[in-house]
């Protein structure tokens, strides 16, 4: 039974998940554990509470699998991908932790100075800038640019209005360019 489950494709493996299969569950998870824990560390900074929410995402998979229908090659991680990025937006609303009150975010200079300063630095050190944002900028940042949501679907997703998703991603930007051109 493992040896013919670890040469089946991927419909079928769904197929026996959706059978509680246990082998094929396992083959599943670890096809995809690295690159959702990956997911989750954009979201939520303290590995702990990451891999916490990267298991009730997995869970959630498993729970809800009969619902899912295959639609080709990547349909499976995409669903998988729409179920974490909603565990961790719930692990941040538990929380509370998600948005910056106070005034609205102003405008903030624009000035071409460290227009390459990206060029200097690898990838590791823009995650842990991206990574030191308070929650509510690094989630809003991560759905625009790595989502490619826009603000009316994250202000949806998120309950604010777009404004507050527009502000919040200007504030991030503005963070991140100063972060970049101290680092040069």
Same mark, same amino acid.
């Given at each position: /039974?493992?040896?013919?489950?670890?040469?089946?494709?991927?419909?079928?493996?769904?197929?026996?998940?959706?059978?509680?299969?246990?082998?094929?569950?396992?083959?599943?998870?670890?096809? =995809?554990?690295?690159?959702?824990?990956?997911?989750?560390?954009?979201?939520?900074?303290?590995?702990?509470?990451?891999?916490?929410?990267?298991?009730?995402?997995?869970?959630?998979? =498993?729970?809800?699998?009969?619902?899912?229908? =295959?639609?080709?090659?990547?349909?499976?991680?995409?669903?998988?991908?729409?179920?974490?990025?909603?565990?961790?937006? /719930?692990?941040?609303?538990?929380?509370?932790?998600?948005?910056? %009150?106070?005034?609205?975010?102003?405008?903030?200079?624009?000035?071409?100075?460290?227009?390459?300063?990206?060029?200097?630095?690898?990838?590791? $050190?823009?995650?842990?800038?991206?990574?030191?944002?308070?929650?509510?900028?690094?989630?809003?940042?991560?759905? =625009?640019?790595?989502?490619? /949501?826009?603000?009316?679907?994250?202000? $949806?997703?998120?309950?604010?209005?777009?404004? %507050?998703?527009?502000?919040?991603?200007?504030?991030?930007?503005?963070?991140?360019?100063?972060?970049?051109?101290?680092?040069?």
């Amino acid at each position: /039974m493992i040896g013919d489950a670890l040469n089946m494709d991927e419909a079928s493996l769904v197929n026996c998940c959706k059978d509680n299969n246990p082998v094929a569950q396992k083959i599943l998870y670890n096809k =995809y554990v690295e690159p959702m824990m990956i997911l989750c560390l954009r979201y939520v900074v303290n590995q702990e509470d990451a891999k916490e929410v990267l298991m009730d995402g997995f869970f959630n998979f =498993y729970k809800n699998i009969s619902s899912f229908t =295959y639609q080709g090659e990547g349909s499976v991680k995409a669903w998988l991908k729409k179920i974490v990025v909603n565990q961790c937006l /719930m692990h941040l609303r538990k929380r509370r932790s998600l948005f910056i %009150t106070g005034k609205d975010v102003g405008d903030f200079e624009n000035t071409d100075n460290g227009e390459n300063a990206l060029d200097y630095l690898n990838a590791k $050190e823009i995650m842990n800038m991206i990574h030191s944002l308070p929650d509510g900028y690094r989630t809003i940042f991560n759905l =625009y640019f790595f989502e490619g /949501m826009n603000h009316r679907v994250i202000g $949806e997703m998120l309950d604010i209005s777009e404004n %507050t998703s527009k502000s919040q991603l200007h504030r991030a930007r503005a963070i991140l360019k100063e972060k970049i051109l101290q680092a040069n």
